[in-house]
């Protein structure tokens, strides 16, 4: 059965002239112990949510979860997409798409994520049992990841948070290869990882990853363990390639015909290509059946719940929000701010929102990246997620934002959650490439990102960010938000709950910003992306664009303007990317026709053209900041009301 993986991926690599045969080769023998003998998943419903979760974190290694779901019987996954493997519209891309393969629980590629995903999944799983029973939620997450994913630093912030978090269903196999792309491991690598994992509070054991008999002993052992667990599974890269094997040249490139006639010769395959003989096909499809079973028993146990529960339970797994109580929340929140307007950071704007949405919204599953106290995403009454309160609705990260956002990734992927989690703006650096992730995947993850400028003050151009907004802006279906007061700030939280298939950021002030929007706007004003918060007395000959808490200092400027006799008008952009998805007609009269159009975001320009053209006027910034109270960093790069007015003023006289 290992064999047909095996035989599988060679010919798949060899028709694509490209691909990684080794890792299948290699970890062939641990994947057919675990989806032979352990694995609880049906082929027939992908998506059954009490299914075991299997990670392919070295998503290099993709021909071998593709073998997989073909040889256990995934409908779509036929030799003929095995024949396409990484060509354009097959559901065999390079490396593993979920959003293109049902079967596929993450993307995997980049390496670390996935072991990171995995520890999100895990952390699901314990706070959904909490929430529901295990008569509804009860399953592991497997992990099979190799070298590389272990010498990532994400790694260590994931495996660090899944000991401490005591994550007992959480499985990893480790591909032991001693191999990466340069050569042996031992060019750049001596930890010990057994130790490492033991050290981050993890059971770990060390097995020969082709004993069939040594892994399933070590599967079973940890799934009675009280503690997540390490199974490093010594294997050959390459196994069975005659000239190949145990090296790095069967890594990430095709064999070459004789290898592979050597190779199939060597393993007994006595098969053409993509050959795979009828009493093998038949034992994989027979693997399924344990999978069946458990999906009918689960689904008996779901029938057997109280109605309203269940209800309950598919409503989250299906990623539908609580319309009602969503709805009557934020009418809370908005009839509050204008009976009581709060001139306050757009950070604790958010938490006053937080403190109505996070009960409203019970799939709300907060955290911080310890900096709760500063991005404020702890909402009243949350307690502390941990192996003693699974049911708990927040989570302390540790200073691991990296693995905080690829683990909210794994919590989002796995459903019944909507992972929201906090850290400085400038530190969205050690957290983009899962946020790309996230935006890749369509997954629903709201990132909370506080000291969003300048204007955070006297910590200086270290936690000043000034290129993060266009960076993040850079990200395809990441949506960017940074309102400009208490209104805007609850309107885009709704946005971004609402967001089903993409990812948000929430750029939020430190400092704190005056209500612009005292009456009481029924509709979301935010969802349009750009719309005119302050309208000109007359025919406008300048519009000014302006993002989060410099919209205030617009307004300011556009009264400086007023009475200069010159009629400006006020738009507030907290999306650029909701603003873009207009029709043209709509962006066109959004934008205007002011002969000047000025933009103003304490940050650079990059991106802003798109609004105000190349020949408009921007106020922002030009480099890093630097260490001073905000008031005077304001005026020291000269994004002042003032400024705006003048410069728009000196555009208009040409
Ligand atoms: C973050 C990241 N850096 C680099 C790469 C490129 N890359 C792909 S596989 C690999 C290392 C291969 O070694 P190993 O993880 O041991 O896999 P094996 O050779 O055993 O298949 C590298 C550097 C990547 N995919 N992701």
Avoid at 36 to 48: A, E, H, Q, T, Y
Avoid at 478 to 503: G, H, I, N, S, Y
Avoid at 549 to 570: F, M, N, T
Wanted: aromatic share 6%; charged share 20%.
């Amino acid at each position: 059965m290992a064999n047909a993986i095996r035989a599988l991926a060679m010919d798949a690599v060899e028709q694509a002239k490209s691909g990684h045969p080794g890792l299948p080769m290699g970890a062939a023998d641990i994947a057919t112990v675990l989806f032979g003998r352990f694995l609880k998943i049906d082929p027939s419903v992908p998506n059954w949510p009490d299914r075991d979760r299997f990670i392919l974190s070295a998503g290099h290694g993709s021909m071998l979860i593709y073998a997989l779901l073909h040889l256990v019987g995934y409908e779509h996954m036929t030799l003929a997409e095995l024949k396409r493997f990484r060509q354009l519209g097959s559901l065999t891309p390079g490396h593993p798409e979920n959003f293109v393969t049902p079967g596929l629980e993450t993307t995997t590629g980049p390496l670390g994520q996935g072991v990171a995903n995995a520890v999100g999944m895990a952390m699901a799983e314990q706070h959904l049992a909490a929430e529901f029973g295990r008569e509804a939620v009860d399953h592991h997450t497997y992990v099979l990841c190799s070298d590389g994913d272990l010498m990532e630093g994400i790694s260590q912030e994931a495996i660090a948070l899944a000991g401490h978090l005591k994550l007992s269903k959480l499985i990893v196999l480790f591909d032991d290869n001693g191999i990466s792309i340069d050569g042996p491991l031992s060019l750049a690598d001596s930890v010990d990882q057994i130790k490492r994992f033991e050290a981050c509070g993890w059971a770990a054991t060390r097995v020969d990853g082709h004993d069939p008999e040594a892994i399933a002993a070590a599967i079973e052992t940890a799934k009675t363990s009280d503690r997540p667990t390490l199974i490093a599974c010594r294997t050959t890269i390459g196994y069975g390639a005659p000239t190949k094997a145990g090296s790095e040249k069967s890594h990430g490139s095709p064999l070459g015909a004789d290898e592979l006639k050597g190779a199939k010769e060597k393993l007994g395959w006595a098969y053409g290509p993509f050959e795979v003989p009828q009493d093998i096909l038949d034992a994989w499809r027979a693997t399924t059946a344990k999978g069946s079973k458990a999906r009918g028993d689960w689904e008996q146990r779901m029938a057997a719940l109280p109605a309203e529960q269940r209800a309950e339970f598919e409503r989250r797994m299906r990623g539908d929000l609580p319309e009602e109580a969503l709805a009557n929340a934020m009418r809370a929140i908005k009839e509050s701010l204008a009976a009581e307007p709060k001139d306050i950071a757009s950070r604790s704007a958010s938490e006053f929102a937080l403190h109505t949405l996070v009960p409203a919204v019970p799939e709300m599953v907060g955290g911080s990246a310890d900096l709760t106290g500063s991005n404020n995403t702890r909402a009243k009454g949350m307690t502390a997620f941990g192996p003693n309160n699974p049911a708990g609705r927040f989570v302390h990260y540790g200073i691991r934002e990296h693995a905080m956002a690829a683990a909210m990734n794994g919590m989002a992927l796995h459903g019944g959650i909507i992972p929201y989690s906090g850290t400085f703006l400038v530190f969205s650096d050690y957290s983009r490439p899962a946020i790309r992730l996230a935006a890749l995947m369509g997954e629903r993850v709201i990132h909370v990102l506080t000291h969003d400028s300048i204007g955070l003050g006297e910590d200086g151009p270290t936690h000043q960010p000034v290129e993060h907004l266009a960076a993040l802006r850079a990200i395809p279906n990441l949506l960017v938000f940074r309102p400009a007061d208490a209104v805007e700030t609850a309107e885009c939280w709704q946005l971004a709950l609402q967001a089903r298939d993409r990812p948000s950021v929430l750029a939020l002030s430190r400092q704190n910003l005056p209500q612009l929007r005292r009456s009481l706007d029924a509709d979301n004003r935010c969802s349009t992306g750009a719309y005119e918060i302050a309208a000109a007395a007359g025919k406008a000959q300048v519009s000014i664009f302006a993002t989060g808490s410099e919209v205030g200092l617009a307004v300011e400027a556009k009264a400086l303007l007023d009475q200069r006799g010159i009629p400006a008008r006020v738009v507030s952009v907290p999306s650029f990317e909701l603003f873009r998805d207009l029709d043209p007609a709509a962006r066109k009269a959004i934008i205007g026709d002011a002969p000047v159009r000025v933009g103003v975001e304490a940050a650079i320009r990059m991106g802003w053209d798109e609004i105000i053209g190349s020949d408009g006027v921007f106020v922002g910034m030009t480099g890093f900041g630097a260490s001073a109270p905000a008031k005077d960093l304001y005026r020291h790069f000269g994004i002042t009301a003032e400024a705006v007015a003048e410069a728009a003023e000196e555009r208009l006289k040409g």
